[in-house]
């Protein structure tokens, strides 16, 4: 701990969406914890919820000393304007030194708002978050120059220091049910919810639901795959091992797949226990959202290709030969008939 840092703390942007709590606030709230004990600060988390499926206290025991409730029916639907409007009269009343929040669709809409109404910087989608032994500052880390190479920023001059982190950038470690904490609500005034937004529902759209991030195996096809109807080889493969099947950006532009099954950078970073790269060269920007997978296994033809560097697993020759093999091969392990 270095007592010299004079911090006021740092604060974490919860995301409560349709009364679900986000893993992604489990995930940035331990974090803040390491960067709060190396700054010598405290932890706080604001929450914005109508209903919330998880006792907030539980983020006490993932390293917040403090969960701020704000709790109105008025919060149901996600409003940029209000909760702007919430986080910034926060941010004013507690002076943190650092604002974090998950890099989701609401933290990636909420941040920059609120970080134009406090004159600071913010650095989005960041993929590492250290504090400067010698300053204090937040090193934040993201990939640059289309994921070409990774840059550190820090925000020297304005305060506070804001960043939003990409959802499983970091692992979740286990809670300590010994820590303490405060639970505390919020009153806020009827002007916090006047928006120029009517909110008159919410609708899932089709697709939104390929859930990959949660999965224990990832199965993903690139260009090799050739054509949409080939993708039924890797979910029959992804359907006997429990899994879902990725994409890589090129299946994804040929329209083989949808979007929300897409890896990288510009897509979903999966961290599942084992990923299949099947007939994916492993660009810079696909490894950003797979590397940090368990066991990767790569299946190209291209024995250069640069997926085969980060693979623990290597098998060079043709998909369309190898994957109905391995098909075949876990179905007799599991005395499935084909
Ligand atoms: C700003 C930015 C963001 C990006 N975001 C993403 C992102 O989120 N995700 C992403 O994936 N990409 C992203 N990209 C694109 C990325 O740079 C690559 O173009 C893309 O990942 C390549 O996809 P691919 O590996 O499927 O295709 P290719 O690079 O064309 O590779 C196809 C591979 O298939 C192999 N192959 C072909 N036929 C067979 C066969 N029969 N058997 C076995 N192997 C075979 C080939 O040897 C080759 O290695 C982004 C790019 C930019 C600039």
């Known amino acids: 701990m ?18 679900h709590l986000h893993p ?119 990939p640059a120059i289309g994921g070409n190479i990774m840059a550190t920023i820090r925000t020297p001059e304005h305060r506070p220091q804001m960043a939003t982190v990409r959802p499983r950038t970091f692992a979740i470690p286990e809670p300590d049910p010994g820590r303490k904490g405060s639970v505390t609500g919020m009153s806020l005034p009827d002007h916090c919810f006047e928006s120029r937004v009517v909110a008159l529902g919410l609708e899932r759209r089709s697709g939104d639901d390929v859930n990959i991030q949660d999965r224990d195996v990832v199965v993903s096809g690139g260009k090799g795959m050739k054509r949409s109807e080939n993708f039924h080889l890797l979910r029959d493969l992804a359907e006997l091992l429990g899994g879902g099947v990725g994409a890589s950006r090129m299946a994804v532009d040929h329209k083989w797949i949808g979007y ?40 190209n033809k291209d024995p250069e290709a640069p997926i085969f560097r980060v693979a623990d697993i290597g098998l060079c020759g043709d998909l369309f030969d190898i994957v109905p093999r391995i098909v075949r091969s876990v179905m007799a392990r599991k005395g499935v008939s084909g």
Do not use: W
Request: aromatic share 4%.
């Open 2 to 19: 270095r007592e010299h840092f004079s911090s006021k703390g740092i604060l974490v942007l919860g995301e409560v969406r349709s009364g």
């Open 24 to 142: 992604a606030v489990f995930e940035l709230t331990a974090k803040a914890r390491l960067l709060a004990d190396d700054l010598g600060s405290d932890v706080s988390v604001l929450l914005m919820y109508s209903d919330i499926d998880v006792s907030p206290e539980r983020l006490v025991s993932y390293g917040a000393d403090r969960v701020l409730c704000a709790s109105d029916s008025r919060l149901r639907l996600f409003d940029q304007e209000v909760q702007s409007r919430i986080l910034f009269r926060t941010i004013k009343d507690l002076e943190p030194e650092i604002v974090l929040a998950p890099a989701t669709t609401s933290g990636r809409t909420v941040m920059p708002a609120v970080a134009a109404m406090l004159r600071t910087g913010l650095t989005a989608d960041c993929t590492g978050l250290d504090i400067d032994p010698a300053t204090g500052q937040l090193l934040q880390t993201r």
């Open 260 to 299: 929300p099954h897409q890896v990288g950078l510009s897509g979903k970073v999966v961290a599942p226990k084992v990923y299949f790269a099947v007939g994916i060269s492993g660009s810079v920007q696909h490894l950003a959202g797979m590397h940090t997978a368990g066991l990767i296994v790569a299946i």
